[in-house]
Every structure is written in C-alpha cells, then in structure tokens.
C-alpha cells in the first residue's frame, strides 16, 4: 500500500499519555469511546519522546517519560480490535518545554557546535526503531515528523530519511507539515501523502483551502489533515492552535470551528479527511465535559457533529 485510497475519518489518540498510562483498563475503554462517538475509521496512535532542548542533538526515546514499546504494542493490536485502521505518529519534543518546531541547528556544521548531522542521526534511529513497529503491526500509515517548521528546508536529510524508512516500512508515508508551512516543503515528492495541521481561523478557510490546493495541484499527492480541531474554549474557533487562550469553557465555540471546517473542505474533493486533534488515554469523566475546556469533543456538542460528518463521508465510499 503506497497511496492514500480511501477518506481517512479519524482521531488522534493517547498523544499526552506518559509511560504507565497505556496499556490499562481506562485507556483501553477511552479509545472504545472514541471509535463510538466520532464514528472513526482511523486514529493516529501519537506520542512524544524528549530531547533536552531544541538545540540538542540525543533524543533517548528508549527512556521515561516516552510510553513503553509494550504500550505502543498494545495500543496498535486495541485499535486494529476495533476496526480500526492505524497511522502510528511518534513526535520529538523539549524537555523544557521549547516547541520542537523551533529545534535547530547553524545550516553549516560548525566545530563545538550541535549539528544538523548529529541530530538527524538521532532523529533517524527514533523514527526507524518506530517504522519496524509499524510494519511488524500492519499500521496502515507512518508519520516520519509533526510540525518541526526549522527543519523543513533540509530536504536533502529528510530525503535521506525517507529512503531508509521505506528500507523496513511498506506501508503510507507522511510528513505531518505545521500550519501555512504546504508550501514550504519542497520534498513532497518523496512521500505517499501530503499531510499538514488545519488549525485555522473559522473564517479563513477557504483562503487557506485556495493555497493548499495549489500545492496538493502541484505534487499530485494524495492530501488529508494530519491534525485539525478546536479547544472548546470561547475565542478558540479564531486561533485552534492556541491551546493555552484564556476562556471559558464554551462547546458551542468548537462546534462552530467544526461547521466552518467541514464546510469550506466538503467542497473541495481533495481533501481526503482528518486525523482530528485529539482524544486522550485517560479520559475525563462524562459529567465532567461541559467543564473541560480541551481539543477533545466527549461528551460535547461538536461530538454529534463529527460522527454525522465521519459516517457520511465513509458509508459513501462503500
């Protein structure tokens, strides 16, 4: 399998989960509750290892906090028993918290100085360890980054990358690009899908949907949104990437970015789904929601929405 066929209705699962909290009776009955209430046919099973800071070049995923190998196991063979399909999403990020779309490095290698190469190496040994458990699994697609904006512009190095990934990984391959970034990449070519984060303004879509196209024209790939969605915060349908805004809790608030979303993409055949951001291991209880101010739609209004828009789309494929 090397293209993207089919629309991919689905959930991002278990991102914010640390090592101990998969594998358990909770996580395995939040991600029952994900594929019944948003009606998904796929989920990204995503989760983070560490490297010190954005200018350091060891990424030791082997290590706490990152879920156990056991974990991502269990958490691939619990999806595939629910019928779904799988797009396993590892993600490198800072222990101090830095965003890893600002790691970087000098674009010359410089004596006494982190380097591209020193990273990419690292970078490349966490990825391969993952696509192996993508391919001894059956995982439908592998995500080989998310949103690593500074390292877009060494195609030669992602090139590389892909080259070996695809050494022990048959599957779909993707790169998750951050947000107005489509246009950046320039090694599209070397990928199956083209993929990015649709966290934009509930009035801005169609201008964005304008720009995307021109890419997706371009490359002739196949395209969905790797992550898409909104805090159920009041004024997050006008900055969803913002999971730290101050507001309210405000469901009706996500329910419009959703509207406005799946909107302005119906009327574009080439968007071929969503992996929507996002459904956590350890689940807040349902009494609760009205509360929860978060991107995950439990309990919620947007909730109902999603699994109409999700069942639509999919039945008509059948």
Not at 52 to 70: E, F, H, L, N, R
Not at 263 to 275: L, N, P
Not at 295 to 306: E, F, R
Request: proline share 4%.
């Amino acid at each position: 399998m090397s293209r993207l066929n089919e629309y991919v209705g689905g959930v991002t699962w278990g991102f914010m989960g640390k090592r101990g909290t998969w594998a358990t009776e909770a996580a395995g009955a939040s991600m029952e509750l994900m594929k019944s209430v948003t009606g998904a046919s796929w989920t990204a099973i995503a989760f983070s290892a560490f490297q010190a800071t954005a200018q350091s070049t060891a990424i030791p995923y082997q290590d706490a906090p990152t879920v156990t190998d056991d974990e991502v196991l269990w958490a691939i063979r619990k999806a595939k028993s629910l019928g779904l399909k799988v797009c396993l999403k590892p993600i490198v990020n800072c222990s101090d918290g830095t965003w890893r779309a600002h790691i970087n490095f000098f674009d010359k290698d410089v004596p006494c100085e982190p380097k591209w190469s020193d990273w990419f190496r690292s970078y490349t040994a966490f990825i391969l360890h993952y696509a192996a458990i993508a391919e001894e699994t059956g995982c439908e697609m592998f995500c080989i980054g998310c949103e690593m904006v500074q390292t877009d512009r060494r195609a030669a190095e992602w090139r590389t990358l892909i080259a070996e990934v695809r050494k022990v990984y048959t599957g779909v391959l993707t790169y998750n690009c951050d947000k107005y970034q489509e246009d950046n990449v320039t090694w599209w070519d070397a990928l199956d899908v083209i993929s990015s984060s649709g966290y934009y303004p509930e009035t801005d879509w169609e201008e964005q949907l304008d720009r995307i196209e021109a890419v997706v024209k371009a490359y002739g790939k196949p395209f969905f949104f790797m992550e898409a969605g909104c805090p159920s915060r009041s004024g997050s349908a006008a900055i969803p990437n913002d999971w730290s805004l101050p507001g309210g809790p405000d469901q009706e608030e996500q329910l419009r970015f959703y509207r406005a979303m799946f909107g302005a993409s119906e009327k574009r055949g080439w968007v071929q789904g969503f992996m929507l951001w996002d459904w956590p291991a350890e689940l807040y209880p349902l009494e609760e929601a009205a509360e929860n101010d978060d991107y995950c739609m439990y309990g919620k209004a947007a909730a109902p929405v999603i699994k109409e828009y999700f069942t639509s789309k999919i039945n008509s494929e059948e």
